[in-house]
Nanobody, 125 residues
Framework: QVQLVESGGGLVQAGGSLRLSCQASGRTFSTTTMAWFRQAPGKAREFIAAISDSGLSTKYADSVKGRFTIARDNVNLMVYLEMNSLRPEDTAVYHC??????????????????WGQGTQVTVSS
């Protein structure tokens, strides 16, 4: 099992940048696919980005492609989400998630086994 704690959220103006961090604990991290999801008020949780256990493969939602970058550090058990050119519609609680199955990068909420509590990102216009 992997335990996850997100940080780095905050208030930023449109066009600005933020970097979210997810600290993992647990001995299976280096063999675990990691992802970021977000959930805006009144909306379903949506996939943002995923990264393979090696870090060599990534997958992004169309809404963030070219603006967000996912990365991981398997030595320090960290996952990052670099967010640039932020828009008001990016406002949401951002969650880190772990998928213990190896293979394809998945994008559905029910494919992920462990979740962090989330960190709030608010983008003002």
């Amino acid at each position: 099992q992997v335990q996850l704690v997100e940080s780095g959220g905050g208030l930023v103006q449109a066009g600005g940048s933020l970097r979210l961090s997810c600290q993992a604990s647990g001995r299976t991290f280096s063999t675990t696919t990691m992802a970021w999801f977000r959930q805006a008020p009144g909306k379903a949780r949506e996939f943002i980005a995923a990264i393979s256990d090696s870090g060599l493969s990534t997958k992004y939602a169309d809404s963030v492609k070219g603006r967000f970058t996912i990365a991981r550090d398997n030595v320090n058990l960290m996952v990052y989400l670099e967010m640039n050119s932020l828009r008001p519609e990016d406002t949401a609680v951002y969650h880190c998630a772990a998928d213990y199955r190896r293979g394809a990068l998945r994008f559905r909420v029910h494919d992920y086994d462990s979740w962090g509590q989330g960190t709030q990102v608010t983008v003002s216009s």
